[in-house]
């Protein structure tokens, strides 16, 4: 009994985001795992997480590294024969692993998601060269300096701005007083 | 002339695409496309924000769409990224009611409010299907000859449905390509997807999405590549020397915007195009049509 109440509170939980709800759909035929680029990259593949997340793991499922691979490609979502957005359902858990301060196995994706976020919560823009190396140097100031042919040579084409475009003041202050309120608000759902 | 609303994203306006923003205004005043930048747009938050931050992600694509209901026209991104990102919220806020209540809330904190009539579309969709083969066609001054361009439509811009163009073997861009003399060569892996944003934090396996797909342009004889979106472009153009590096190839593959192919055969000059933006150097291939 324990088992299944455990269970019955991740999965609903995965269902109450916006795309989640296709968990329950699943008949595990793997055509999604079959589709996506980097299912052998994952310590679980998409179709196994949802059968994991269905068995109540919770821990397992959200400190996997594979909703982390997700490249938002939605090839398994057009392919999935019981119509279950698949690319939202990666998004549904790792808003949950994060919500939830669960490690992320080794990938970086989560903290390069966390430095884009805070540049556009603070600009309303991304100028990428910033966020390119605010996320290096948090992450490996090693990697920074490997990139350093690449940004000379985006720079060395005129790619690279260093000013990063603003909002209007009035604008800058309306969309923080609207993404404050998300947040007051605790997100999905 | 055609009046649209234009959100340029972050990368096409003051980022690393800007030659997309240039190309795409100069193809569009040739056929007679009024392209009016959204006000004050905000970025569209793109992936890293709809993956961590569900419901602020909403709000940030309902604040860009609030502006462009007021002014009641179409909203053309050449972005595949802003795209996906605009129009999903749009489905989800139709979608899901709750989801809708709380960005409702969220948007009256900043004095606005969304009702869910705006269409978004990318501009691919409007120059295939609003514009059409034809009318391009005939504004056409230097016919492309026959060069080999591989039709790259990467993920974003056809999938998920329902879209403008087959999910997995889309033809608009073919078809745009041979309308301006040029043929699309075959090309397998052209919805299959190029790292997207991983190569940031991932760079490993994006390079080898990456050689993919530069692999089947070339392995069947295409002597340039278009995109139609800027992360695309980006990843196949100033990654290819990390491709080269890191497998031992020699790919030296130029990586159009398919605005700047469209330019080039419309006779505009490279002032208007960008093409020196490029970081394999295009004009090998091109520069018996410039």
Request: proline residues 5%; neutral net charge.
């Given at each position: 009994?324990?088992?299944?109440?455990?269970?019955?509170?991740?999965?609903?939980?995965?269902?109450?985001?916006?795309?989640?709800?296709?968990?329950?759909?699943?008949?595990?035929?793997?055509?999604?795992?079959?589709?996506?680029?980097?299912?052998?990259?994952?310590?679980?593949?998409?179709s196994?997480?949802?059968a994991?997340?269905?068995?109540?793991?919770?821990?397992?499922v959200?400190?996997?590294?594979?909703?982390?691979?997700?490249?938002?490609?939605?090839?398994?979502?057009?392919?999935?024969?019981?119509?279950?957005?698949?690319?939202?359902?990666?998004?549904?858990?790792?808003?949950?692993?994060?919500?939830?301060?669960?490690?992320?196995?080794?990938?970086?994706?989560?903290?390069?998601?966390?430095?884009?976020?805070d540049?556009?919560?603070?600009?309303?823009?991304?100028?990428?060269?910033?966020?390119?190396?605010?996320?290096?140097?948090?992450?490996?100031?090693?990697?920074?300096?490997?990139?350093?042919?690449?940004?000379?040579?985006?720079?060395?084409?005129?790619r690279?701005?260093?000013?990063?475009?603003?909002?209007?003041?009035?604008?800058?202050?309306?969309?923080?007083?609207?993404?404050?309120?998300?947040?007051?608000?605790?997100?999905?759902? | 002339?055609?009046?649209?609303?234009?959100?340029?994203?972050?990368?096409?306006?003051?980022?690393?695409a800007?030659?997309?923003?240039?190309?795409?205004?100069?193809?569009s005043?040739?056929?007679d496309?009024?392209?009016?930048?959204?006000?004050?747009?905000?970025?569209?938050?793109?992936?890293?924000?709809?993956?961590?931050?569900?419901?602020?992600?909403?709000?940030?694509s309902?604040?860009?769409?609030?502006?462009?209901?007021?002014?009641?026209l179409?909203l053309?991104?050449?972005?595949?990224?802003?795209?996906?990102?605009l129009?999903?919220?749009?489905s989800?806020?139709?979608?899901?009611p709750?989801?809708?209540?709380?960005?409702?809330?969220?948007?009256?904190?900043?004095g606005?409010?969304?009702?869910?009539?705006?269409?978004?579309?990318?501009?691919?969709?409007?120059?295939a299907?609003?514009?059409?083969?034809?009318?391009?066609e005939?504004?056409?001054?230097?016919?492309?000859?026959?060069?080999?361009?591989a039709?790259?439509?990467?993920?974003?811009?056809?999938r998920?449905?329902?879209s403008?163009?087959?999910?997995e073997?889309?033809?608009?861009?073919?078809?745009?390509?041979?309308?301006?003399?040029?043929?699309?060569?075959?090309?397998?892996?052209?919805?299959?997807?190029?790292?997207?944003?991983?190569?940031?934090?991932?760079?490993?396996?994006?390079?080898?999405?990456?050689?993919?797909?530069?692999?089947?342009?070339?392995?069947?004889?295409?002597?340039?590549l278009?995109?139609?979106?800027?992360?695309?472009?980006?990843?196949?153009?100033?990654?290819?020397?990390?491709?080269?590096?890191?497998?031992?190839?020699?790919?030296?593959?130029?990586i159009?915007?398919?605005?700047?192919?469209?330019?080039?055969?419309?006779?505009?000059g490279?002032?208007?195009?960008?093409?020196?933006?490029?970081?394999?150097?295009?004009?090998?291939?091109?520069?018996?049509?410039?």
């Amino acid at each position: 009994m324990e088992i299944r109440r455990r269970a019955d509170s991740f999965v609903g939980e995965i269902c109450a985001i916006p795309g989640g709800e296709g968990v329950r759909l699943c008949i595990q035929c793997g055509t999604c795992t079959a589709s996506c680029p980097h299912a052998d990259k994952m310590e679980h593949t998409p179709s196994q997480l949802i059968a994991m997340a269905r068995a109540g793991m919770r821990a397992e499922v959200l400190s996997s590294n594979a909703m982390w691979y997700c490249l938002s490609c939605y090839l398994c979502t057009v392919r999935c024969p019981r119509g279950i957005k698949q690319t939202d359902l990666m998004h549904a858990l790792e808003c949950l692993a994060v919500r939830q301060g669960l490690s992320h196995g080794r990938t970086l994706t989560p903290a390069m998601y966390r430095s884009f976020n805070d540049f556009v919560y603070s600009l309303g823009s991304l100028p990428e060269f910033g966020f390119m190396t605010w996320f290096h140097l948090l992450t490996n100031p090693l990697r920074a300096f490997r990139m350093i042919p690449v940004a000379l040579s985006l720079f060395r084409h005129g790619r690279l701005s260093i000013r990063a475009r603003r909002l209007t003041p009035e604008g800058t202050n309306q969309l923080r007083a609207i993404l404050d309120k998300a947040e007051s608000l605790g997100g999905v759902p | 002339m055609k009046y649209y609303t234009y959100f340029p994203g972050c990368s096409s306006s003051e980022g690393g695409a800007k030659a997309y923003g240039w190309s795409t205004q100069a193809v569009s005043k040739v056929l007679d496309i009024e392209l009016t930048e959204l006000d004050d747009w905000n970025c569209c938050g793109s992936t890293p924000y709809s993956s961590i931050e569900e419901l602020a992600s909403f709000c940030l694509s309902a604040r860009n769409l609030a502006f462009a209901e007021k002014r009641g026209l179409d909203l053309v991104t050449p972005c595949s990224s802003c795209y996906v990102i605009l129009n999903r919220t749009n489905s989800h806020l139709k979608q899901y009611p709750q989801l809708k209540a709380d960005v409702d809330e969220a948007l009256a904190a900043g004095g606005l409010e969304y009702h869910g009539t705006v269409r978004v579309r990318h501009l691919l969709d409007v120059l295939a299907n609003d514009i059409g083969y034809e009318a391009i066609e005939a504004k056409v001054k230097r016919h492309l000859d026959g060069l080999k361009v591989a039709p790259y439509y990467g993920c974003q811009v056809v999938r998920p449905k329902p879209s403008f163009d087959h999910p997995e073997f889309p033809q608009s861009l073919d078809k745009l390509i041979a309308s301006l003399g040029g043929e699309p060569t075959l090309f397998p892996l052209k919805s299959r997807c190029c790292g997207g944003s991983l190569i940031i934090p991932e760079e490993a396996l994006a390079l080898d999405l990456i050689r993919k797909l530069l692999g089947s342009a070339l392995s069947n004889g295409a002597e340039c590549l278009v995109t139609v979106c800027p992360l695309c472009q980006t990843n196949l153009d100033a990654y290819q020397s990390r491709v080269n590096k890191r497998f031992r190839t020699d790919f030296n593959l130029p990586i159009l915007f398919f605005t700047q192919l469209i330019g080039v055969a419309f006779g505009l000059g490279d002032e208007d195009l960008g093409l020196k933006t490029g970081i394999v150097p295009a004009e090998r291939v091109l520069a018996k049509y410039l």
